[in-house]
């Protein structure tokens, strides 16, 4: 049972349309879908929004520290909720995966991602669900002859019109499995969502 929903992010302005904000775009979905609102709760550093789905309690949360001490809200929320790790579901960018492609996993490991690192430092396990949306790599983007991107570069900037078309498109497949993710065992969730993103 998922009861925490949990979108990284960087906050700020300047950057709700990097490619590493693709886990907040998610997130607001999700809070969408369940008539959530979102508020700004200096408790667990992030916006929260709080419901019901089937009578239990689902949370979103959108850290509001940077995401590589996302870490420290995540342990807040899960600590004053008791929420057990498995009954998390965070949403990230994913370098690996080209835009368009979306995967649910669980567990594994942090990738070098530095949202994924900070919250396995708080909860001492990386196990939880995730959902990885692809932003692509800039190493598929350099041409012949051409100076590499810096990662750090590429995942701070927006992405360009086809990729945010490509993105905005797996969150939409992500939409419509949001039921099976928090009714039944996400497992299910899993086959549906990847047979929707061949």
């Avoid at 667990?44 to 590589?68: E, I, R, S």
């Avoid at 008791?82 to 835009?99: C, F, G, R």
């Avoid at 594994?108 to 708080?122: A, E, M, P």
């Avoid at 019109?161 to 939409?172: A, E, G």
């Amino acid at each position: 049972m998922i009861q925490l929903i949990i979108g990284l992010g960087n906050p700020g302005k300047e950057h709700e349309n990097d490619r590493h904000n693709a886990g907040f775009w998610l997130c607001d979905q999700f809070a969408d879908s369940l008539h959530m609102n979102f508020s700004l709760d200096s408790k667990f550093k992030g916006h929260l929004a709080h419901g019901k789905y089937q009578n239990h309690d689902v949370w979103c949360l959108k850290p509001t520290t940077y995401m590589n001490l996302c870490g420290e809200a995540v342990g807040a929320i899960c600590r004053f909720h008791q929420i057990p790790s498995a009954n998390i579901l965070v949403i990230h960018d994913e370098l690996d995966l080209a835009p368009g492609t979306v995967r649910l996993k669980w567990a594994g490991g942090t990738g070098g991602h530095n949202g994924l690192k900070s919250i396995q430092q708080h909860l001492g396990t990386l196990d939880f669900w995730r959902i990885r949306l692809g932003i692509g790599h800039p190493r598929q983007l350099v041409e012949p002859g051409q100076p590499h991107q810096e990662v750090a570069s590429y995942v701070l900037k927006r992405p360009p019109k086809l990729d945010l078309d490509r993105i905005n498109q797996s969150i939409k497949k992500t939409r419509l499995v949001f039921s099976e993710l928090l009714s039944t065992d996400p497992a299910s969730a899993m086959k549906t969502l990847h047979q929707a993103s061949v």
